[in-house]
């Protein structure tokens, strides 16, 4: 499996300098032929309105997710009518789970199976640790990314005397994690079981996915087991070997006796150095925690009810943004004769790619179908044409109409 993409159907430009890009040229290599300024004033008309129609859709949409999430919201602060059956609750958590399917994928987030989330934790993380994942700790689990990107990430060693060291390293420009835990002996008694947990990461290391993980535990190397386990295994051998040789040598007690005190200052030299190398694992795994909650810190930008705002105004922003493009193409290319949709597709790609440096794998299918709803193209044959920019914005605002 290849989890890295060059390219993604996320289009990482804001609608308002996106409508600058499009109606007056602008970019690294700017259009040498800017729109006329009075078609420039009707194209941004146009991205007002199309702002407007699917902000209307998606407050619907919010409304009905956020009722879904209600029973399963670890900080709600309002109090519960009556409880849902069980029945209710499995029918209510597998709709949540489909509706956050269905968001994610509109917010142009690719879905991160199982499979390929430990194909990614292989191995040990930037501080070498090695995580156990738990897979039976979850219920439900998504994880959702976007981005698949590489970024410097400074680490020491003490093996180079703790002097810093950039290394660049494939990371998650976002990753979302979506749970709910099942009891399970590794989060305790009082691990909440019934809750759907969100959260929303930038710029995430994917050796250090697990980290995020609830029920991660520090699994010992080879290397570490035998600097615990092997002094002390050794110093209580040591302690066997003496008392069984005396004793079965029928030494005189005072001999036996002498023999104790030396073999319990050799155990007690094996145990301590096994101490001190317990207690070097012990101070790795406190210093990797610390770590663990510094990066966290920065690197959360949303929890649970608030995933939802996000979520929901970036899929707002790319149904935006994709209807642009796909309009103003055809708008502006396909006066003459139809354009197909696989013209359609690479001529936004390329245009983008050359102007602004963006490498976007755009979606052509899901552009024209908004376009074909909103009437605001035609077809002909397997070409497809764009209505007048004046009848474009008269039919969204039609549509506005009927549907208030």
């Not at 900080?75 to 994610?104: C, G, K, M, Y």
Request: proline share 4%; aromatic share 10%; glycine share 6%.
């Amino acid at each position: 499996m290849e989890v890295r993409q060059d390219r993604e159907h996320f289009v990482p430009v804001r609608v308002p300098d996106l409508v600058d890009f499009l109606a007056d040229g602008k970019g690294a290599k700017a259009d040498p032929s800017p729109l006329p300024e009075i078609e420039a004033a009707r194209l941004r008309t146009l991205a007002d309105r199309l702002t407007e129609h699917f902000h209307r859709t998606f407050r619907v949409r919010h409304q009905h997710i956020k009722d879904t999430y209600a029973p399963f919201d670890p900080d709600r602060d309002t109090v519960r009518i009556a409880e849902p059956s069980a029945a209710d609750r499995d029918r209510a958590i597998h709709q949540l789970f489909d509706e956050l399917r269905n968001l994610l994928k509109k917010a142009n987030y690719v879905e991160l199976s199982r499979a390929e989330a430990e194909q990614v934790m292989q191995g040990s993380t930037l501080w070498g640790l090695d995580l156990d994942v738990d897979w039976t700790v979850f219920d439900h689990l998504l994880l959702y990314y976007r981005g698949d990107t590489v970024g410097p990430r400074s680490i020491r060693r003490w093996w180079k005397l703790w002097i810093k060291e950039v290394k660049i390293v494939p990371e998650f420009n976002r990753l979302v994690v979506i749970l709910k835990q099942r009891p399970h002996r590794r989060l305790g008694k009082s691990a909440d079981t019934s809750s759907v947990f969100l959260k929303i990461f930038k710029d995430v290391p994917q050796p250090d996915l697990e980290m995020i993980l609830p029920g991660t535990r520090i699994r010992l190397s080879k290397w570490d087991r035998g600097l615990i386990f092997y002094p002390m295994m050794s110093g209580l051998a040591v302690v066997l070997y003496k008392l069984m040789s005396e004793w079965f040598g029928f030494r005189d007690v005072l001999a036996i006796g002498g023999a104790v005190s030396l073999s319990w200052s050799l155990a007690a030299l094996f145990a301590g150095y096994g101490y001190r190398s317990y207690a070097s694992y012990t101070g790795k795994k406190t210093a990797y925690n610390l770590q663990l909650t510094q990066s966290l810190y920065y690197q959360v930008i949303g929890t649970n009810a608030g995933v939802f705002f996000q979520l929901l105004d970036e899929a707002e922003e790319q149904e935006v943004r994709e209807a642009m493009l796909g309009y103003y193409y055809l708008w502006r290319h396909a006066q003459a004769r139809a354009m197909t949709a696989d013209e359609l597709d690479d001529r936004v790609q390329k245009d983008l790619e050359r102007r602004l440096g963006v490498k976007v794998d755009f979606e052509i299918d899901d552009a024209l179908g908004k376009l074909e709803d909103l009437k605001l193209v035609n077809k002909d044959g397997n070409g497809y044409c764009a209505v007048p920019i004046e009848q474009a914005i008269a039919s969204i605002e039609t549509f506005a109409r009927r549907s208030t």
